[in-house]
């Protein structure tokens, strides 16, 4: 059956090399982010590595209006129809204390925003019954950190939504991994200081497509974040409070 | 962009350079900086010594620009972004019956870095990486980006190739692939056991690939031995899965190429071939990029750091002069096992290009006191014998040698200056051997 792979934040490093390697085996690609140049430039590649289908489609996470293109886009292709949601944004937690109109704009890219394209995305899915939808959340969700809690909020927020979806497409035969990658070398982490443990996106995404196959439901991306977070998640509230990690 | 403070350094980490560094991950990035800074580029540092880094200021690492961008499965013409290592086309283009003309002997390069070091490979016939350019995307330090061909704009283009990144950042470019029936190699081993051989079945081997390894710890009789590995692309084996790569996790101990461990290593390599040789297959990146499998290898030197002295030698002068640097090379106790001789052709695609007619000689040194005096040495071997020292390599040379081995310098000094009026591009090693200093 041929598979279908529509990536929101194709842009984004991890994004590309996910692309990439499903591309490699043969699947059709869909490109979807706002700087069309560069998701031109990025079918393009996809379809050199293998990708029969290979499409750039406009797509802002802000902007439900313009779903509706995105779903008829994909309704008119055959085979099994899957989602990977790489979309987030990630402001300087100092940046939000200052300007707390940042909030929004951080759940609204990380959370709402593709909850709110996979509500519309997933009815397909079900009548297909089939299909995987991959959600990237991140170790920042499992617990709020002064150094980031809006974003890990809205990290923790789409968590528990692709938990709740997980539960809901496997009726219908379809599955969800929840992806959650620690330290990753992305546009988004670089020049942050305190990075350690850094992983390639192109091993985060050999991890997923792993888990895919695998039909995992939770992933920690390397594995040893898993345990990681299991003792930061212990950690006493009345002493977490004081600490800054 | 963020700009991420770092202290990096070329592959031998003998040099190092702290500054700031951004990472663009698409061009839209890289054209916004590029209004405000303009500043070298770099991207898998694996060039040796300093020619990648520019210590107390800014660098743009083009390692995530490397998307493919065209190919013609007719003509063979590949189309790609700066940062794309050559191991990945060759990874993916192999299987569909394409490689690069030349390959470097590391797949971690770039497809910019190649162009910038006018890289060669083990098929000397082929001449250079930048003779199978045919078109390069330059975006120049006044903001204009122009492709340039070495047929419209050849002086551009030769000062490109091989120019050390200083006539503009590299883009894309065009490269031609040459066709591959399979993505195995036919590997004949073959035991050396005196240079003069060495050196008359470098010069009559037919194969299209050829490399030589040589024992560089032996001195007397034994000088010059090694394996003679000549390689064809095989016209129908199925391909060999590859093994796992694997990483050297921490700086290795000292003692690890202590000249008895590297004596007693040389002397069991070498008789791993039988004395009639062999003949066995091997995956393509097996055999072009050695190395590769072990990531980091360069931390088997331990912290210090390694050189790597490497040279090309006129056929007229060669013998006598290969004779006299690998006497000094064992009489030092200073050499690595990981010595290689190889036949080089005359193709050279810019001024700076590395490559002439005859043999080159590469020989790696843990950074000890002693290596750089006896690097010296070598280097006036080289010198006096009309030979030439590679840039991608060099950590130590003076700007005098370097001008006497590279009669185009003058020219192509004047290019980067008349481009870069500013000096913009101008990295550590173009200051260390004032590059740009005669034009």
Redesign the interface.
């Known amino acids: 059956m041929k598979q279908n792979w529509l990536i929101l934040g194709g842009?984004?490093?991890m994004a590309r090399a996910f692309a990439r390697r499903v591309a490699e085996q043969g699947a059709d690609v869909f490109l979807a982010g706002r700087?069309m140049?560069?998701l031109r430039?990025?079918a393009?590649?996809c379809h050199?590595?293998g990708a029969k289908t290979s499409e750039a489609i406009k797509f802002d996470s802000r902007k439900p209006a313009e779903f509706g293109a995105v779903y008829e886009r994909l309704g008119k292709q055959d085979g099994v129809l899957n989602v990977a949601v790489f979309v987030s944004s990630m402001p300087d937690q100092a940046d939000i204390d200052k300007n707390p109109a940042l909030v929004d704009a951080t759940i609204a890219d990380s959370f709402t925003g593709p909850a709110r394209f996979l509500q519309g995305f997933v009815p397909m899915m079900e009548e297909r019954g089939s299909g995987t939808v991959v959600g990237v959340a991140s170790v920042a969700g499992d617990r709020g950190r002064i150094s980031n809690y809006v974003y890990g909020a809205a990290k923790a927020g789409f968590a528990t939504y692709l938990s709740g979806l997980r539960n809901r497409l496997t009726r219908a035969g379809g599955h969800v991994v929840t992806v959650k990658p620690g330290f990753t070398d992305?546009?988004m982490t670089?020049?942050?200081e305190g990075m350690f443990l850094v992983a390639s996106p192109d091993a985060a995404a050999s991890d997923i497509l792993k888990a895919v196959a695998k039909k995992k439901n939770t992933i920690y991306t390397p594995f040893f974040w898993r345990y990681i977070m299991v003792i930061i998640t212990h950690i006493p509230e009345a002493i977490f409070k004081k600490m800054s990690i | 962009m963020r700009w991420k403070t770092a202290e990096y350094s070329g592959w031998g980490r003998v040099l190092k350079a702290t500054g700031d560094i951004a990472r663009p991950e698409k061009m839209a990035a890289l054209r916004e900086l590029w209004k405000d800074v303009k500043a070298p580029a770099i991207g898998n540092l694996r060039s040796y010594g300093d020619a990648a880094l520019n210590d107390k200021g800014r660098a743009v690492d083009m390692t995530r620009l490397d998307r493919l961008v065209t190919f013609d499965a007719k003509t063979g013409l590949l189309t790609a972004e700066a940062g794309i290592t050559i191991g990945e086309i060759t990874r993916t283009f192999a299987p569909k019956g394409w490689i690069p003309a030349v390959l470097p002997g590391t797949g971690f390069a770039t497809l910019a870095g190649c162009i910038a070091n006018d890289v060669h490979g083990k098929n000397h016939k082929a001449g250079s990486f930048g003779q199978h350019v045919t078109n390069i995307e330059l975006l120049g330090a006044n903001g204009r980006v122009r492709n340039i061909t070495p047929g419209e704009n050849t002086d551009l283009f030769r000062a490109t190739c091989g120019g050390l990144g200083q006539t503009g950042l590299i883009l894309s470019a065009t490269i031609q692939l040459i066709p591959t029936p399979s993505g195995v190699m036919e590997v004949r081993e073959s035991r050396i056991d005196s240079l003069s051989e060495f050196m008359a079945m470098l010069e009559g081997s037919t194969a299209e690939y050829c490399v030589g390894w040589i024992d560089a710890a032996v001195n007397g009789e034994g000088l010059g031995r090694g394996v003679l590995e000549e390689g064809e692309i095989s016209t129908h084996a199925p391909d060999i899965a590859l093994k796992k790569s694997k990483s050297i996790p921490k700086d290795a101990p000292r003692f690890l190429l202590a000249s008895p461990v590297v004596r007693l290593f040389n002397h069991f390599y070498q008789r791993r071939v039988p004395s009639e040789g062999r003949k066995v297959k091997r995956p393509m990146q097996d055999f072009f990029f050695p190395l590769d499998r072990v990531h980091d290898w360069n931390k088997l030197y331990g912290k210090p750091g390694f050189h790597q002295f490497q040279c090309a030698l006129p056929d007229a002068t060669a013998r006598e002069a290969l004779t006299r640097m690998l006497e000094l090379i064992a009489d030092s106790k200073q050499a690595s096992p990981l010595a290689v001789l190889k036949r080089m052709g005359a193709g050279r695609a810019g001024m700076m290009s590395f490559p002439m007619e005859g043999f080159t000689l590469a020989v790696d040194f843990p950074n000890r006191p002693k290596a750089a005096q006896l690097i010296g040495e070598l280097e006036e071997i080289a010198t006096h014998a009309g030979g030439r020292l590679y840039l991608a390599k060099d950590a130590l040379a003076r700007p005098d040698i370097i001008a006497a081995m590279y009669d185009e310098l003058e020219d192509f000094a004047k290019i980067a200056n008349d481009v870069d009026p500013k000096g913009l591009l101008v990295t550590d090693m173009v200051r260390r051997l004032k590059l740009r200093d005669a034009g």
Do not use: K
Request: aromatic share 6%; net charge negative; glycine share 12%.
């Open positions: 842009s984004s490093s700087d140049d560069d430039r990025m393009t590649d050199l590595r992305t546009g670089w020049g942050i």
